[in-house]
């Protein structure tokens, strides 16, 4: 293949960009908003009442996953997964509003005591350094739940699933190593949506809680597979959070986001104010987020003004460490004072040296002691000085970013392809429909999930227009979750979460438009159909409703007789079926259509109006020859419409 993997994934955005203002150079992706006037204080950073402003904000979604840490150690895995995608979203642009999160959980079968499952083999092995599915899903979830509401943001949708079984060639496939997944919508004002680049002389500031001896090699450990680490290496890997500390970090970010063209977190050159951008602190800690923040410029940073919770810190655990709640920012030298004043106010740590005045480096810059850990120096290298070790003593990181984060060699992966294999979806033998039943309501991605609902805060901010559960009962079954941008506005944005990786162990036979139902155009007076008989194409099928019923036989046998059935529902080899899933509802015929003696009424179940154009399907065989941008073949039942209309009225 002569393309990048990252290329190819990028490519339905770059063909089709649409209203995407941020997307693939972040940490969260961003779509074009809409003028706002929230709440917001009438000076922030200081005290003082709130007043409806105008702003115009768009539209924000953060995503990540926090699986290894969850296998390990559930309750702060989760919580610092939460954590860092909170940190992911206010750290977008120069500075971002947070909003409401989003949860999901995937993990291998429960074994609950008590309860056995048919599906769930009792020979099953599981490591011992890692957490069963039971442990994790219940800690997890309460690990998430409890960083959110010491926080403050609610959680307003999530999925949850468990799965262990083997497939028919014998393979295990179950979620040893779990799926924690951590989403959040927010806000970012459309004047803060750039990170600018560094320029000499700039400060490198760290705010945010002291570092601690935890979260050591998360990143590297994260990387290996389930099981094969030490115990006592996989736990100290484990970061840990302060949920308390975050809500701090947040409102000093959220006061600079409120100052709009006075964001010390921002470069606004018409009026001479100062700092360009910002990054959250996670995987790697210092030595990750400090080289991403300099480049391509480059620093000195002194390791001791990094505030710490443990003075038996190393240099090394000081570095690379990765406790939580922290952000790296650049800022110009008259931003620092307002910076200060904000972070007092919130009592968050602005990261200091030990005493104040100033050192002198190892012959750059000098660093300034209050506040700053770093200054932009045009060197093009990242170098750690330890000011507590003796005169003489070489740095403790001396290395070249653009060996480090520059340009990359390209890696090249070889994959093969393999026939799995897989068995057709049937009811095991003496297993009856009902018994099937009432085995699929017993699995936590169907049955009820109040058990993580009822514990988490699914309405904070007043700004949470649907959430997770609906009806004078409140039931936990809604399928998509909508969040005001304002209290004053009708305008926000909608959620929904799905997924279906199950799928892909059952064997189906392969149609030309998967996701789609494929249906063949008779011969009948239908008008809308003109031109299309013989047609076999791919059409949208909203749900397993309008299956054909006929009053008697007679009925029936009059409009097969007429060619008043005009669609049919169809297999892999184009032929009429009554099988689901090529017929998702059993019509007799695979009737799928009925149109009038006279053809100008056409009542079907399928929904051509959502496939007229080829982007709108989603899978298009080259075979078919459409163009990208182009109709596709259900064009023509509305050009045939306009065509009837237009001639009909030229007759009158």
């Known amino acids: 293949m002569d393309d990048t993997l990252f290329n190819i994934v990028k490519t339905p955005w770059k063909v089709n960009p649409n209203n995407s203002v941020v997307a693939f150079k972040d940490n969260s992706s961003a779509i074009r908003g809409f003028d706002v006037t929230p709440l917001l204080p009438s000076h922030p950073g200081s005290p003082s009442p709130l007043t409806p402003q105008a702003r115009d904000w768009d539209l924000l979604l953060t995503a990540e996953t926090h699986n290894f840490p969850c296998a390990v150690a559930p309750f702060p895995g989760a919580e610092t997964g939460a954590g860092g995608r909170m940190r992911d979203t206010h750290a977008t642009g120069t500075g971002s509003m947070m909003g409401a999160g989003t949860a999901g959980y995937c993990v291998g079968n429960l074994r609950l005591d008590g309860y056995t499952l048919p599906h769930e083999n009792p020979s099953f092995a599981y490591p011992d350094n890692l957490a069963p599915p039971q442990q994790i899903l219940i800690d997890a979830s309460n690990g998430a739940s409890d960083y959110g509401n010491k926080f403050g943001e609610p959680l307003i949708a999530g999925y949850c699933r468990t799965y262990g079984q083997r497939t028919p060639n014998g393979e295990r496939r179950e979620w040893l190593k779990p799926i924690m997944f951590s989403g959040g919508v927010g806000q970012i004002d459309h004047r803060h949506l750039e990170k600018n680049p560094p320029e000499v002389g700039m400060l490198v500031i760290k705010i945010g809680g002291p570092a601690y001896r935890i979260g050591l090699g998360g990143g590297a450990a994260s990387s290996l597979a389930s099981g094969s680490n030490k115990a006592e290496l996989d736990f100290n890997a484990v970061q840990r959070g302060d949920a308390e500390y975050s809500q701090k970090l947040w409102r000093v970010v959220r006061s600079c986001v409120e100052l709009g063209d006075k964001n010390p977190i921002v470069q606004v050159r018409q009026r001479g104010v ?113 000011k507590n070790a003796p005169p003489g003593t070489p740095p403790a990181v001396d290395l070249d970013l653009e060996k480090v984060l520059g340009s990359m060699p390209d890696k090249t992966f070889h994959f093969t392809r393999g026939a799995d294999a897989l068995a057709p979806l049937a009811l095991p033998a003496g297993v009856s429909a009902m018994d099937a039943l009432h085995r699929v309501l017993r699995l936590p991605s169907v049955c009820s999930k109040r058990f993580l609902t009822n514990k988490v805060d699914r309405h904070v901010t007043g700004l949470v227009v649907q959430q997770q559960c609906v009806g004078p009962l409140q039931l936990p079954i809604s399928d998509v979750a909508v969040y005001a941008q304002s209290h004053q506005n009708h305008t926000g944005l909608a959620t929904s979460i799905g997924e279906q990786p199950i799928k892909g162990l059952i064997e189906e036979p392969p149609r030309g438009f998967r996701g789609v139902n494929g249906v063949r155009i008779e011969q009948s007076p239908a008008v809308l159909l003109k031109g299309m008989e013989g047609t076999v194409v791919g059409v949208w099928c909203a749900h397993g409703e309008g299956k054909c019923l006929f009053p008697d036989e007679q009925v029936k046998s009059d409009v097969l007789g007429k060619n008043l059935a005009p669609i049919k529902y169809v297999d892999a080899d184009a032929n009429a079926t009554e099988v689901y899933p090529a017929n998702p509802n059993g019509s007799p015929l695979g009737i799928a259509a009925l149109c009038s003696e006279n053809g100008r009424h056409l009542a079907m179940m399928p929904h051509p109006e959502r496939c007229f154009l080829t982007w709108q399907l989603p899978y298009v065989p080259s075979s078919l020859g459409l163009e990208p941008k182009g109709p596709a073949p259900w064009i023509k039942l509305f050009q045939n419409a306009r065509e009837w209309a237009e001639s009909n009225r030229a007759a009158k």
């Open 274 to 386: 100062a700092a360009v951008s910002i990054h959250d602190q996670g995987a790697g800690g210092n030595c990750n987020v400090v080289k991403e923040i300099i480049y391509p410029l480059g620093a000195e940073i002194d390791v001791r003004a990094v505030k710490v919770g443990d003075e038996t810190l190393s240099v090394l655990e000081i570095w690379g460490a990765e406790y939580q709640e922290n952000d790296a920012l650049l800022i110009k030298a008259e931003s620092r004072q307002l910076l200060q004043s904000i972070c007092d106010r919130e009592r968050c740590f602005m990261q200091a040296s030990q005493r104040p005045g100033r050192w002198e480096g190892h012959g750059r810059a000098s660093i300034s002691a209050r506040g700053v850990i770093g200054t932009i120096d045009g060197s093009g290298r990242v170098t750690l000085v330890d």
